[in-house]
């Protein structure tokens, strides 16, 4: 039950991302048809050559095994027609009269006999029986020693493809993905101006080298786009390479890096080699901390994307900036990054893109409605205002959402209302129809949102309500209270933040007081008021207590934020005991306002049940009915 929608803007909408597949490398196709042209003819070596040795055997004719003793009695009594002695084995044919007796072949095992010679001698003289030996040393050896070569190949040739393959040791397999034109230019990305500024002097070089050139200038090699996923560095890497005209070569971090020690290096050498024969163009690597995390064992190393990394920074010192390559790379954790990656004439420049703000994210909503069929109702900056914290992917995925709604219903135009239904399922996910709260389950989770929508209200210094539902949504949320600030805000004081920690217990608090109970759906307010309340103490220096000393740091800033504590566990402890105080102190403050309220309580609660939504104006006005002094 959360108070506020949950800040999901990790899952960045990257739909517009899979176009770029659509123009794979030519180079990659053709590997793989001569790959496929191998794998046929390997196996064909292989099937000729056994099927020519089931045939040689087969077209040898019907050999009869027959005992030594057995060959003897037969020459002695004068039945072998013809005979050949092998090293090891006896061949003959039957003495055959071709119209009663028919020609066979026998084969017997050659045992030492002295007498053989002997014998032979004999049936020649008396029965005509022919007989010769058989030197099968040179061809039977060379024979053999061929067939063995041939499997031997065969085999070489059959698992290295298999190897290639499932992408494993030899030439890269690199998934490059390159796009002739991308089409995309800077009036694509709103907002993000600094940005912007910064990527437009490569542009301009990449349109007239010759320029920086003839005065002596440096050009940039490589550019760092750092940023929370989803805020549109993919886009600005191909609005440059748009603006310039030139070809975009993309290529992910994670892919360079393989299982097997040198693939990924590999990779890096045929990116740049591709690169260089279209020059100019853009490379983009994307995610580069995945190859290029610091090489210190802090975030651990592995000899593969060492190798990787290292190759990456050779390429990037050996070439040629005036051919116009320019590397752009994006990160959302660039505090791990190699710091040779970062030095003078590699990716030296430093492109911030952040979060859009109120009018950035006004210029995203219009760039991405800018198709969409909208009715009068539709009030983008109303959605906006809804929507802080949201990236460039939250809020193109929710122009999306709401013209799948209209279509859906059956209208032609997108209202505002398939909008702010939209930043519903954006953030909170979809309705959950199957899902039935019981009766009681119902009237807890209502007095709950009731209860923090109340003191939202109640308090003068926290936002306004947007509407109050509980109806379940797929992201796991039994309801929640939406509220939206009616001016962006870039700094929070002290006492709105007491007020917000009293805001946030105020589920837990109408339960209680309502039910004299209290439920597991407290779980999410208290996590958000526990981290409110410790950053209040260790970060912004709002604790009488500790006065202004930072006690915790943030790593990872554009992603989680992880926080590590920077003081000794003594003060830790006490830390942890003013966090608990003044939860404490809120919670007591929750309970207190809301027994003075408790007729309005019940009357929104009780409204609420039965509809199961209602906007921020249906509860301002039954506040106002059960409280006309206020
Ligand atoms: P990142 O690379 O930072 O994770 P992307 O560039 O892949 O983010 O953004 C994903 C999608 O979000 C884009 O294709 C675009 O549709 C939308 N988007 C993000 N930022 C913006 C922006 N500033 N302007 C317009 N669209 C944006």
Redesign the pocket.
């Known amino acids: 039950m959360d108070n506020n929608l949950p800040d999901n803007s990790n899952n ?6 899979n176009s770029n597949n659509s123009n794979n490398n030519n180079n990659g196709n053709k590997g793989r048809n001569n790959r496929s042209i191998m794998v046929i003819l390997v196996i064909s070596i292989l099937l000729t050559f056994l099927f020519w040795r089931v045939f040689d055997r087969v077209s040898s004719g019907r050999e009869e095994e027959v005992t030594y003793g057995q060959f003897i009695e037969m020459l002695d009594k004068g039945e072998v027609g013809s005979v050949k002695i092998y090293g090891s084995k006896i061949v003959f044919e039957n003495n055959a009269d071709d119209k009663v007796i028919s020609k066979t072949k026998y084969t017997a095992t050659r045992i030492s006999d002295d007498s053989l010679a002997e014998k032979l001698r004999q049936a020649k003289t008396k029965y005509g029986t022919e007989y010769e030996g058989v030197d099968e040393s040179g061809s039977a050896m060379i024979g053999t020693i061929i067939s063995y070569i041939v499997m031997i190949v065969a085999f070489y040739l059959l698992l290295s493809m298999i190897m290639k393959r499932s992408g494993g040791v030899g030439r890269a397999n690199a998934k490059i993905y390159v796009e002739k034109k991308t089409g995309v230019t800077f009036a ?5 101006e600094e940005a912007k500024e910064s990527l437009t002097e490569m542009v301009d070089f990449l349109h007239n080298p010759k320029k920086y050139l003839d005065i002596g200038a440096k050009l940039p090699k490589g550019a760092l ?1 750092v ?10 890497a191909k609005a440059v390479a748009g603006e310039a005209n030139v070809p975009f070569f993309s290529m992910s971090g994670s892919s360079f890096v393989e299982m097997y020690v040198g693939v990924g290096a590999s990779r890096v050498r045929d990116l740049f080699k591709q690169a260089t024969q279209m020059a100019p163009c853009i490379i983009f690597i ?1 995610e580069i901390d995945a190859i290029g995390r610091s090489r210190d064992s802090r975030h651990g190393g592995d000899s593969e994307r060492e190798q990787t990394l290292n190759q990456l920074l050779a390429e990037m010192d050996g070439f040629d900036t005036s051919k116009g390559i320019v590397i752009l790379a ?1 990160t959302n954790c660039p505090e791990v990054l190699d710091k040779a990656l970062l030095r003078p004439g590699r990716f030296d420049r430093r492109v911030i ?1 952040e979060k ?1 703000d109120l009018k ?1 994210r006004i ?2 909503l219009k ?2 409605s800018k198709n969409v069929k909208m009715d009068e109702t539709v009030d983008l900056h109303e959605l906006a205002l809804a929507t802080s914290g949201a ?3 939250d ?2 995925n929710i122009i999306n959402e709401g013209a799948l709604a209209a279509v859906r219903d059956g209208r032609s135009l997108v209202s505002q209302q398939d909008l702010i239904g939209a930043v519903e399922v954006v953030f909170a996910g979809k309705e959950k129809k199957d899902r039935l709260l019981s009766k009681e389950e119902k009237q807890i989770v209502a007095y709950h949102e009731v209860g923090h929508a109340l003191l939202a209200a109640l308090q003068k210094h926290t936002e306004p309500i947007q509407r109050i539902t509980i109806v379940p949504r797929t992201m796991g949320s039994l309801g929640y209270v939406w509220q939206v600030p009616e001016e962006e805000k870039y700094l929070e004081s002290k006492k709105e933040l007491e007020a917000e920690l009293v805001t946030l217990l105020g589920g837990r608090a109408a339960e209680e007081l309502k039910f004299d109970s209290v439920t597991t759906g407290a779980s999410n307010d208290i996590e958000k008021a526990t981290k409110t309340a410790r950053a209040m103490i260790t970060m912004y220096g709002m604790s009488d207590k500790f006065g202004m000393v930072q006690l915790e740091s943030i790593e990872g800033q554009y992603l989680d934020r992880n926080l590590a504590l920077q003081c000794s566990d003594e003060t830790a402890t006490k830390i942890d005991k003013e966090i608990r105080d003044m939860l404490r102190d809120s919670y007591n403050k929750a309970k207190k306002l809301l027994s003075a309220h408790m007729a309005a309580l019940d009357s929104i609660a009780s409204f609420l049940i039965e509809h199961e939504t209602i906007t921020g104006k249906e509860f301002m006005s039954i506040l106002a009915q059960v409280e006309p002094q206020r």
């Open positions: 960045n909408n990257n739909n517009n991302n694509d990305v709103a907002g993000e786009l940023g929370p996923p989803g805020t549109g560095k993919t886009l600005l994307d994006a893109v859009p950035g210029d995203t760039v991405h990236v460039g992917a809020l193109a």
